[in-house]
């Protein structure tokens, strides 16, 4: 193992001891603020495998994880629990269908009018529970019970308890990780990334786009559901405003924020977005003002996202520093 | 006398008013080179494209290997056996040497969108990537990201992406554009060594290359073949002088 990787892994498990001492220090409020944070950062972490490794940039992936909240909100019965064990896989399962029909559609336009059609679809879903009397239109749905984990009626985890949730969260955080790492090293990942570089060469050496772009287009979507669920799961209330185009234009700037190129760096993107919104709400009365400001110099001073940071202070592998001049060229050019 | 790898039967391609390409058949046989050439705007590059998949014909049929696939993608194309290189030098640039022509195998391997495990797994394609990376000499650079390298050096990365797709015809459009005369040396013997048992087809300007090079010669000109033949046979036609070379036919 390289030094480099050495210091990235290092990296990673210190992080991971951070986030598992946390709950131990704070109070249940930044206990919350964090899991809200963390469930963030896997809908920008999901959102990435399309935008970053395969070069779509989707305004409907809302709509993926407001689905997700609303297929909890509706299998939740309303004076009892809802099991995770059953809700959860369906909520995923709806997500990724949703994914797979419009990705069905969408992927076959490009560029800007790919942008275009990601967001009437994602304006379509929204204005479905916005304008009808399903699902308790604008005003939304409360879940009042949270969803239990239980085995033949025994309970194994209580999520009314916050830090229970929060590790739940981390679990599940944990666990996507890994598999976008895994789906990025893949020669799957790889022939995404090479259909992004160079979508007619790809094409030409005999990589069928279609069908690669849109596997990842629903794997991306599923995965949103996930957050979408423990979200709605978390907050005990869904609403059309879960899927809106808002929602998916914050999602992107965590990922702008964070940088293309990773798996972890959108998380690093909410973590920021999300920490700094809680700085600045409590200091400042114009601090949208402030943090657009903020989100506009890091995006001119760290083209490649705060990540960027790590290789200022670290020094780059060779090959991360060859990925990353190029990455660096292109977005001053755009 | 060899297959016919490639076939291509009145082959008819229209962009609104122009006719790129007007019936235009022509046959690549295993184990040739058939060169394509022919003044500026003379349908050449069109045909290519219609051979490789990338526009669709307005009439007739190519058949690989017998089977039609005239109506095939240009990635089912390539999995049923046929490479192409472009005239402009199309690379993932942000990649190394070896990952370029690596994803080139893979795109061929028997599972190209595997999602598990990573791509270092012992699998047999690997050793075709070093193979075709060795055989156009760019072991040294394989390291190096496909933007940093020189334009021939660009350009024997494509032809090594092209042998790494294991192909049974290959479609080179314009190999020589924009290199030098030793560089050009490199890549020609490249050429020639390709056609042990493949199809080759190419479309070149560089005269001097080309009678060097093919077995087989088709002129081209306002989207039609003027002749075809064996070099010796074309060089002399009377309608290829006037039409192509120039009524005094100064060639080599």
């Avoid at chain 1, 085995?151 to 969260?169: C, E, P, W």
């Amino acid at each position: 193992m390289s030094m480099p990787n050495l210091r990235v892994r290092l990296f990673g498990i210190a992080c991971l001891a951070i986030a598992i001492a946390l709950p131990f220090y704070v109070s249940t409020y930044y206990t919350q603020f964090f899991a809200k944070a963390l469930i963030m950062g896997m809908l920008a972490m999901s959102l990435n495998l399309v935008v970053g490794h395969g070069g779509l940039v989707s305004l409907c992936h809302a709509a993926f994880f407001g689905l997700a909240g609303y297929v909890l909100a509706l299998l939740s019965p309303r004076y009892d629990a809802a099991s995770l064990l059953t809700t959860l896989p369906v909520a995923i399962l709806c997500s990724g269908t949703a994914a797979l029909l419009i990705g069905a559609l969408v992927l076959r336009t490009r560029g800007v009018y790919f942008i275009m059609v990601t967001l009437a679809f994602g304006e379509m879903l929204f204005f479905f529970f916005h304008d009808t009397k399903f699902a308790g239109g604008s005003d939304g749905i409360s879940i009042n019970i949270r969803p239990e984990i239980a085995v033949a009626g025994r309970q194994l985890l209580d999520l009314d308890k916050t830090m229970t949730f929060y590790f739940v969260v981390l679990g599940f955080l944990v666990g996507v990780i890994a598999l976008l790492t895994m789906v990025v090293r893949s020669p799957f990942g790889r022939a995404l990334a090479a259909a992004r570089d160079n979508e007619r060469r790809a094409r030409s050496l005999g990589f069928p786009i279609f069908r690669l772009r849109l596997t990842a287009f629903t794997l991306s979507g599923a995965l949103a559901g996930l957050a979408g669920y423990l979200a709605a799961a978390q907050f005990g209330f869904v609403a059309p405003q879960m899927l809106g185009w808002h929602q998916s234009a914050t999602i992107l700037v965590m990922v702008l924020i964070g940088g293309l190129r990773s798996v972890t760096g959108p998380l690093v993107g909410a973590l920021v977005l999300i920490g700094m919104e809680e700085v600045l709400k409590a200091h400042l009365d114009n601090w949208k003002l402030v943090e657009g400001l903020i989100i506009i110099g890091i995006v001119i001073l760290l083209p490649n996202g705060v990540r960027q940071i790590w290789s200022m202070v670290f020094g780059a592998s060779p090959q991360r520093a060859a990925e990353i001049k190029p990455a660096a060229a292109e977005a001053r050019h755009a | 006398m060899h297959d016919v790898a490639l076939r291509a039967a009145g082959l008819q391609k229209r962009f609104g008013g122009l006719l790129a390409v007007s019936n235009v058949s022509i046959d690549i046989r295993a184990g040739e080179i058939h060169a394509v050439i022919g003044p500026n705007g003379a349908g050449k590059s069109t045909l290519i494209n219609l051979l490789a998949g990338e526009l669709l014909p307005t009439s007739g049929e190519v058949l690989l290997n017998g089977a039609d696939i005239t109506s095939l993608s240009p990635d089912r194309r390539a999995r049923a056996g046929l490479g192409r290189a472009y005239q402009k030098t199309t690379l993932f640039a942000q990649f190394s040497v070896y990952e370029n022509v690596r994803l080139a195998a893979q795109a061929r391997s028997t599972t190209p969108l595997r999602m598990f495990g990573g791509t270092r797994c012992d699998r047999p394609y690997l050793q075709l990537v070093t193979d075709a990376i060795d055989r156009v000499g760019l072991s040294a650079r394989s390291q190096i990201i496909a933007d940093k390298l020189s334009h021939g050096e660009q350009r024997q990365l494509e032809i090594a992406m092209v042998l790494a797709t294991n192909p049974r015809v290959i479609l080179l459009d314009e190999p020589l554009a924009g290199m030098g005369p030793s560089e050009a040396r490199g890549i020609i013997g490249l050429i020639a060594s390709l056609k042990a048992d493949r199809a080759v087809l190419v479309v070149e300007h560089d005269m001097d290359a080309v009678f060097e090079l093919a077995d087989r010669l088709t002129v081209m000109q306002d989207g039609r073949v003027i002749a075809t033949g064996l070099p010796q046979d074309v060089r002399v036609d009377p309608g290829v002088r006037a039409a192509y070379l120039g009524a005094d036919g100064g060639i080599a």
